[in-house]
Structures are given as C-alpha cells and as structure tokens.
C-alpha cells in the first residue's frame, strides 16, 4: 500500500496531517509548561486536589484553542498570565451559572483582550510603529513629557533602558509586578477606562515610575534595575491608578 506525501510522519508539507499534529503537540507541551507554573502560591492554580487540576486543564484548553484560531500568532509565552486573571475571575464568581460558564467567558474576554493587546506579541512587528519596540517608545516619550529629569536620568546617566524592565511591564500587562488582588484592581480600571486600554497601561508604567522618583534620581544602574525588576509591592494599587489618571501628559 503506497503512502502519500502527506500522510508520511516525516513530511513537513503544510497541507501534512502529521505535520500538523507535531505542531499541535509543540504548542501544548509549551502551554502546559507555562499553566503549571501560574501562580504556584495560589491553590486555586496549584496543587493536585480536583479543583486546581480541573482549572488548569480549562485554561490550557482555552490557550490552546485560542492559537488554533490565530495561526499568524499561535500561543505565545506569558499569555497564561494574561488568562489567569480573567478565569479566576468568573470561576470565583458568587453566581453558580457564572462559575460553571468560567471558561468559555474568560477564553472571550480573553479574545477581547488581545485584540488590542496582540501586536506587543508578534515578532513580525517588533520593529515596525505597532510592535513592543514602539510601544516602549511611547512609553519612554510620556515620562519624558512628565518627568524630563527622571526620565534623563535612567535613559542617560544610568543607562537603564526602557526593554530591561518595560518589556515584561507591557507584555504581561504588570502581572508580574503587583499581588494577584492588585491586578485584578488594576485591571478592573485598565478594562473600564474610555480613553484606550493600551494608552492607560503606559500611564500606569508612568505613574509607577513618578512614585519611585526619590529612589530611581539616587540610584545607580544596578539599583534602578533591582528596583524596576521587583518593583515594590508596598505601594498602594489605588495611588498608582489615581496617579495615572492625574497625570497631565
């Protein structure tokens, strides 16, 4: 019996079945490798009991479903963080209905979400006017227009460019920055806001910025870096969004 092109396990044409199931099987092992380790403080993520199990298979199931559906951009490392919020939210929802609809209601917010967040993901457009690099620059313009001195002073005297910690800050849209009941605050507002989600994200990295003035002008690179690595969960979540939406920039 003679095997077609397309149906040999080698083949790596694009119409392959096979080629297509690796490809599959790729992405998964990717995605599984990334919910497990969302949020490991949180039992609600982690752990073996049914619960936690049954939340990251949902979740992996929507990440994956949501790069069959976008071939151009698949899935791309840190969305997990983007999705957690979103399913933690509906599945802790007081309404029964609410939580037994979790998944399919966060995998649409989620859809939602990276529509206006998806180019900061494709590496296709990191240099072009829509990519991450650009999306840094507009950030780096917006200190500049409220802070000449502090954004002198990193950009500068201490060489602490926007990508050694903007890059994760625009990404994973502050996640990694702020507690979990911080970020859904935080997200709360950057999904309600009328003037543009991207846009108030880059006053929030701004407002972050301004209220470590003091210590970002006294410090050197190494401490700035340190700093805007693990940016201090001290500060109030409430200030920084009043502090952004005060900004006049």
């Excluded at 993901?121 to 507009?138: E, F, H, P, V, W």
């Amino acid at each position: 019996m003679s095997v077609e092109e397309d149906d040999h396990p080698l083949s790596q044409g694009d119409t392959s079945v096979w080629n297509a199931f690796f490809k599959d099987a790729e992405v998964m092992e990717q995605i599984e490798r990334d919910v497990v380790r969302t949020h490991p403080d949180m039992h609600f993520f982690s752990g073996d009991k049914t619960d936690p199990v049954r939340h990251r298979e949902e979740m992996k199931r929507a990440l994956f479903i949501y790069a069959k559906l976008n071939p151009g951009l698949t899935y791309v490392q840190g969305m997990n963080e983007l999705f957690a919020p979103l399913y933690y939210t509906f599945r802790t929802d007081v309404d029964e209905g609410a939580r037994e609809n979790a998944e399919a209601d966060a995998f649409w917010c989620f859809v939602e979400l990276m529509t206006e967040f998806r180019d900061n993901y494709c590496k296709q457009l990191d240099n072009s006017d829509q990519g991450i690099k650009a999306t840094m620059q507009r950030l780096s313009s917006m200190l500049q227009q409220c802070d000449p001195e502090l954004h002198s002073h990193l950009m500068h005297k201490t060489k602490v460019d926007m990508q050694f910690y903007a890059f994760r800050w625009i990404t994973l849209l502050l996640t990694q920055e702020h507690t979990f009941p911080d970020t859904i605050r935080l997200w709360d507002t950057i999904l309600s806001v009328s003037t543009g989600r991207a846009q108030f994200l880059l006053r929030v990295c701004t407002a972050m910025l301004t209220l470590a003035r003091d210590e970002l002008l006294s410090g050197d690179f190494s401490q700035n870096i340190k700093l805007l690595q693990r940016y201090p969960r001290t500060t109030d979540m409430n200030v920084i969004i009043n502090t952004a939406l005060g900004l006049r920039c």
